[in-house]
């Protein structure tokens, strides 16, 4: 068990035992298929800098899950001064993928309001915002089964007993990346607050019909992607499935 703390790096075969060897930052990725835990006050700055470290390994390992980006590109973006944050901290959270009966885990880095006790995607955020920021690991999900209706049906609470220190570096990459480099993730969000700005406007107008599509036709756009997708995979029977699906949209929408 690797245990990441501000003041250092300890090694332990069990959690629980009091021996602990101190590794150093240079031995990190060492440890990338074992199990980690964080100190009570380890702080996302703290874990940014081994990543910082160690980026020509991790460039090399975790480049699909950047999207071919590099630690490099944030280093500006992280070492910028920080905001402060009150009440807000960063978590790994576990969350399950239910298809059918299979229960898929992965794992997601976001933020988490301790006021308003919500979660919140933080892949807009600057990561010199960030830096500051206590991050914790969080083991317990909820299993919710929906039924056709949209009714909850189920609720089974559960939790991952460890995690690896693997799928910590790749939710935190992952996300920090979502949007590409800082310079895209502006650019996107810019784009979206003219957006926003423009629907506003609208709403206020009158005119929101003007400047939207109808849910029906946005849900065809998508049911053709996927449409595409199958029959760019000589997945036939999935697409026929797909375009009865498509027909009976738009039969819907001609019918309006």
């Known amino acids: 068990m690797l245990t990441i703390a501000?003041?250092?790096l300890f090694y332990s075969e069990f959690e629980e035992a009091k021996d602990k060897k101190i590794i150093s930052d240079d031995s990190f990725l060492y440890?990338?298929?074992?199990?980690?835990t964080f100190s009570?006050?380890?702080t996302f700055g703290r874990l940014f800098e081994l990543f910082i470290k160690n980026k020509d390994t991790l460039n090399m390992i975790f480049s699909r899950s950047m999207g071919n980006y590099k630690i490099d590109d944030f280093i500006e973006d992280f070492e910028g001064i920080p905001k402060e944050e009150k009440n807000f901290y960063l978590t790994i959270s576990a969350v399950p993928d239910l298809y059918k009966d299979e229960i898929t885990i992965y794992y997601a880095f976001g933020g988490?309001?301790?006021t308003e006790k919500i979660g919140y995607s933080i892949s807009f955020s600057k990561l010199c915002d960030l830096k500051n920021l206590i991050i914790k690991i969080d083991n317990n999900f909820d299993i919710i089964k929906i039924s056709t209706k949209g009714k909850v049906k189920?609720?089974?609470k559960s939790k991952i007993t460890n995690i690896r220190l693997f799928d910590v570096i790749q939710s935190i990459l992952n996300e920090i990346s979502f949007y590409g480099n800082p310079e895209n993730r502006e650019e996107i969000a810019e784009e979206l607050v003219n957006q926003s700005d423009i629907i506003d406007e609208?709403?206020?107008n009158g005119?929101?019909?003007k400047i939207t599509k109808p849910w029906n036709e946005v849900k065809i756009e998508l049911e053709q992607h996927s449409l595409d997708e199958a029959i760019k995979e000589e997945n036939y029977e999935e697409a026929a499935k797909i375009q009865k699906k498509i027909n009976k949209l738009k039969k819907k929408t001609n019918e309006k």
């Open 6 to 8: 501000n003041d250092g």
């Open 31 to 36: 440890y990338l298929s074992d199990d980690v």
């Open 40 to 42: 009570d006050d380890l």
């Open 112 to 114: 988490f309001n301790e």
């Open 154 to 156: 189920e609720i089974l």
């Open 202 to 204: 609208a709403i206020k």
């Open 207 to 209: 005119t929101i019909d």
